[in-house]
């Protein structure tokens, strides 16, 4: 995680890893992310509840175990990573629609992801997440915006709040692009690094995962599509705003 400050929406006082704990206040949180070493990570950084009063109570790795876990634990807060095994994000906010709209102890869901793409995000919200937030966010400033979260506040990472304010601004529906239907989550994650000029093995590193499976993602995104190399690739993707 590196130096993101996160840009919040609504009220609330300033609160941090420093505050949190001493202050007495408390959330308890599930981490849900494909990743292990992700969770680990995130674990470290914001775990330690005598300090940061964050207490983490489950994590899972995929859509199915999300809806266990988060159904068993009955978390304050989600930190939900936007593309997951099993049918994503999207769809373990679907069907934990009940737990959202609880009267009492409601269940909130922050998305933590890699993806700082506009239809992701906009995806999740419409989803019910109370935010949304890249995983290059501080320790300090994650912890703050899980409490946030808590108290019912929205909160995004600078730039991608104006993405929410531009769908939510607008009546009218985005059209639906069938070509981009095509991909899954997570060949669309990789179009996107590749749109933008990343090397394979660059790719591999923002993703957590190997070169061979960035090379399999670009040959069924290409297939797909129809396109015959990057280059025919990074055209289509800026034709459609995707970088």
Not at 47 to 60: F, H, L
């Amino acid at each position: 995680m590196s130096d993101e400050t996160g840009a919040t929406a609504g009220g609330g006082g300033e609160t941090g890893p420093g505050t949190a704990g001493g202050a007495g206040r408390r959330v308890r949180v599930v981490l849900v992310d494909d990743h292990r070493m992700f969770r680990t990570g995130v674990q470290a950084e914001i775990g330690r509840t005598e300090i940061t009063g964050v207490e983490v109570v489950g994590e899972a790795a995929d859509v199915d175990q999300a809806v266990t876990v988060i159904t068993a634990t009955r978390p304050e807060v989600v930190l939900l990573d936007v593309h997951l095994p099993g049918g994503g994000g999207v769809e373990v906010l679907r069907r934990c629609a009940g737990l959202m709209a609880a009267a009492e102890h409601p269940v909130r869901f922050l998305a933590l992801s890699v993806s700082d793409a506009a239809e992701d995000v906009i995806g999740v919200i419409r989803g019910g997440a109370r935010g949304y937030v890249t995983k290059t966010i501080t320790g300090d400033d994650l912890v703050d915006s899980i409490f946030r979260v808590q108290e019912g506040d929205a909160v995004f990472s600078p730039r991608l709040a104006g993405f929410v304010l531009d769908a939510f601004a607008s009546t009218d529906a985005p059209p639906v692009d069938e070509d981009l239907d095509r991909l899954t989550q997570r060949e669309r994650e990789v179009l996107r690094l590749i749109a933008r000029g990343y090397a394979y093995k660059e790719v591999a590193k923002q993703l957590y995962i190997s070169v061979k499976t960035v090379e399999s993602h670009v040959s069924a995104v290409l297939r797909k599509l129809q396109l015959s190399n990057r280059h025919e690739l990074t055209r289509w993707a800026t034709a459609r705003r995707l970088v």
